[in-house]
């Protein structure tokens, strides 16, 4: 039985030179328009390198030029929070703006899938840094840039991890704002519903409803559930919520997909919005707009956020460093029919 034929080496630099009769020095310079080499050199090396089929490695050009060419966008929101219903609105949100803007810095922009099923995409990429939305904790995206040594920027602070800039997405004003609202349409027994990972956004939630509380004499009632259980996940924390809390007629579920589930569980419970319990959320994105009733929800301005990720990221991407932390507009109210609209 013949030997199976041994694959095909990829041809190198060295192998145009000797096709071409000429230094890999002289290569490099002819195939990258820099140096001065005579034309009809220039094109008997690049006749030689057609032939051969080589193609300069874009790694090495980058580690001899020092210039950044790609970026990646990652989301670290699980797929049941960050696709379905929403179609990754939020990240395509954000990516919109954000390759319009590396577009300007000649960079390539890299959409990174949310994780799934334990896969960290990341991990397949040559990329020069990130920018990663809404980071956890002990998020694995930003350990293994940081392990590469890559630049990375965070969209919302990442929760004990001050090393890393980031734009600030305001999660206590946006908080506060919708909270407000909700006590200024009458609710006097609010309650807080919040994802259980440890995203810095929760963590402000927390605390500026505690404070809000406290400041009017509430009884917190704070409700969680887990991210990877999408609308399902919310609506049984909803359920579970209002079984040991029937005062409550003011929901503030700070992720679009839970307040979308807390919904049916209020319309399951024999409850109606917004005549019962008003209802608000974070995110106006499509699941904001297509429930029923429509949600009302927040403009977090995630075009001003976006352009300034990748303003952040590109100067660290030079060496010299840059901002820490970088502050868009403030949020604005959108309000719908959830929370009761105006007389």
């Known amino acids: 039985m013949p030997s199976p034929t041994p694959p095909r080496q990829r041809p190198t630099i060295a192998d145009v030179a000797r ?25 008997r090396v690049k006749a030689a390198a057609r032939a051969l089929g080589y193609r300069p490695s874009v790694r090495a050009q980058r580690l001899r030029t020092g210039e950044a060419h790609t970026i990646a966008l990652i989301s670290s929101m699980p797929f049941e929070i960050a696709g379905g219903a929403s179609r990754l609105g939020f990240l395509m949100e954000v990516a919109a703006v954000a390759a319009a803007a590396a577009l300007t810095r000649g960079l390539a922009l890299v959409l990174v899938p949310p ?30 840039l940081q392990e590469r040594g890559l630049p990375v920027v965070c969209l919302g602070r990442q929760t004990g991890n001050d090393a ?24 006097g027994h609010i309650a807080l519903l919040v994802g259980a990972q440890q995203r810095n956004s929760y963590v402000e939630a927390r605390a500026t409803y505690e404070r ?45 997909a839970f307040a979308v589930g807390a919904v049916d569980a ?41 352009s300034q990720a990748v303003d952040l990221l590109f100067a660290h991407l030079g060496g010299a460093g840059g901002a820490q932390s970088v502050s868009p507009a403030l949020p604005e109210l959108v309000i719908r029919e959830s929370s009761g609209l105006a007389e």
């Open 19 to 43: 096709a071409a009769g000429v230094s890999t020095t002289t290569v490099s310079h002819a195939l990258n328009e820099k140096g001065y080499v005579d034309p009809q050199t220039r094109e």
């Open 115 to 144: 994780v799934m099923a334990g896969r960290l995409p990341l991990e397949q990429l040559d990329i020069d840094g990130a920018i990663v939305i809404e980071p956890t904790a002990d998020d694995a995206n930003v350990a293994h």
């Open 164 to 187: 890393v800039p980031y734009v600030d997405i305001h999660s206590s004003a946006t908080t506060s704002l919708l909270l407000d609202h909700l006590r200024e349409r009458g609710s």
């Open 212 to 256: 809000f509380c406290e400041a009017h004499g509430m009884t917190p009632v704070i409700a969680t559930a887990d991210e990877s259980g999408g609308e399902d996940a919310g609506r049984a924390a909803c359920a579970d919520l209002l079984r040991a809390h029937p005062q409550v007629d003011g929901l503030c579920a700070l992720v679009d």
């Open 266 to 306: 209020i319309a399951q419970a024999g409850k109606r919005v917004p005549h019962d319990i008003k209802v608000v959320t974070r995110y106006d994105g499509t699941r904001a707009r297509s429930c029923r009733p429509p949600l009302t929800a927040v403009d977090l301005h995630l075009d001003d956020m976006a």
